[in-house]
């Protein structure tokens, strides 16, 4: 199983940026794909993004498209989620997780390994 480590996370102004990162370890997830997803306080965790085994099938929630990216470094076990013109509704902890396809993804019940501790992000309005 992969054990995965989020981190980056912070306080930043609407409008702002920032840049969250998550690490594998145990196990090379360079063969599945990985997504980012969040759970702003009492609510239910949410896809946000995900992207294929070699970072060629991407997809994003309406809500951050045109201004999250998600990108992977597969030598580095690491998944990256670059947000850009944060919106105080974007305030959440986000979560990684990998998954057999990024579309599965969309649904947080398909990711495959057991959720980190989450890296928190709050967007001041």
């Known amino acids: 199983q992969v054990r995965l480590e989020e981190s980056g996370g912070g306080l930043v102004q609407a409008g702002g940026s920032l840049s969250v990162s998550c690490a594998a370890f145990g196990r090379a997830a360079s063969d599945r794909a990985m997504g980012w997803f969040r759970q702003a306080p009492g609510k239910e965790r949410e896809f946000v993004a995900s992207?294929?085994?070699?970072?060629?099938?991407?997809f994003y929630a309406e809500s951050v498209k045109g201004r999250f990216t998600i990108s992977r470094d597969n030598a580095n076990n690491i998944v990256l989620l670059q947000m850009e013109n944060v919106r105080p509704e974007d305030t959440a902890v986000y979560y990684c997780?990998?998954?057999?396809?990024?579309?599965?993804?969309?649904?947080?019940?398909?990711?495959?390994?057991?959720w980190g501790q989450g890296t928190l992000v709050t967007v001041s309005s």
């Open positions: 992207i294929g085994w070699n970072g060629e099938e991407i």
């Open positions: 997780n990998t998954g057999w396809a990024g579309e599965l993804l969309i649904n947080p019940l398909n990711a495959l390994d057991a």
